[in-house]
């Protein structure tokens, strides 16, 4: 995992996600109506070794955003390693500041050091401003699963590094 970042002009710290962090995370979550993960699922991703779980937390330790994914290396020389990001969300008084995009390049620098080749994730079709955030952050729509939420495709998004 990433060393600890500050960014000084806004006091956001970029870290591993910790057990400690994990109520709130799951507060922002259940906020940003995300699908729903138990304290055991979210554990899971901390301990797992090919999980990438980041939060950025304020200078009181708060936590204002988190991204989860995992990375799949088949083979550390080949370029057909891929990883699919599960979550990411932010602290709903606090998007639109850049913390999402801040968690998202730090999840693709981490993946970068891992001779990562591409990245997968799956977003409602309804969640345009979703759409929007991952398209001017270089992911393109590579596919539909009708009907895989409840009342709502997931339209399929990959960026390749």
């Given amino acids: 995992m990433p060393e600890p970042t ?11 996600a910790q057990s400690q962090h994990l109520s709130e995370v799951i507060q922002i979550a259940r906020e940003a109506r995300l699908s729903e993960w138990t304290i055991a699922d ?13 939060v ?18 088949d083979n550390p020389s080949r370029a057909d390693s891929f990883a699919e990001i599960y979550n990411i969300a932010v602290h709903s008084s606090l ?3 850049g913390i999402g995009s801040q968690l ?3 999840f693709i620098s981490t993946l970068g050091d891992l001779g990562i080749a591409e990245i997968f994730l799956e977003v409602r079709s309804k969640n345009i401003r979703a759409i929007e955030f991952y398209c001017s ?10 009907s895989y939420y409840p009342a709502d495709d997931a339209i399929l998004m990959k960026s390749i590094l």
């Avoid at 991703?45 to 779980?53: C, G, L, Y």
């Avoid at 952050?137 to 009708?146: L, N, P």
């Fill in 6 to 16: 500050t960014h000084k002009e806004d006091s956001i710290h970029l870290r591993a």
């Fill in 137 to 146: 952050q270089g992911f393109e729509v590579s596919g539909i699963r009708k």
């Fill in 56 to 73: 950025a937390t304020d200078a009181s330790e708060r936590v204002l955003g988190f991204i989860v994914g995992r990375h799949v290396i």
């Fill in 42 to 54: 979210y554990t899971n991703e901390v301990n797992r070794k090919d999980s990438i779980f980041l």
């Fill in 104 to 106: 998202l390049k730090s």
């Fill in 95 to 97: 998007e639109r500041k």
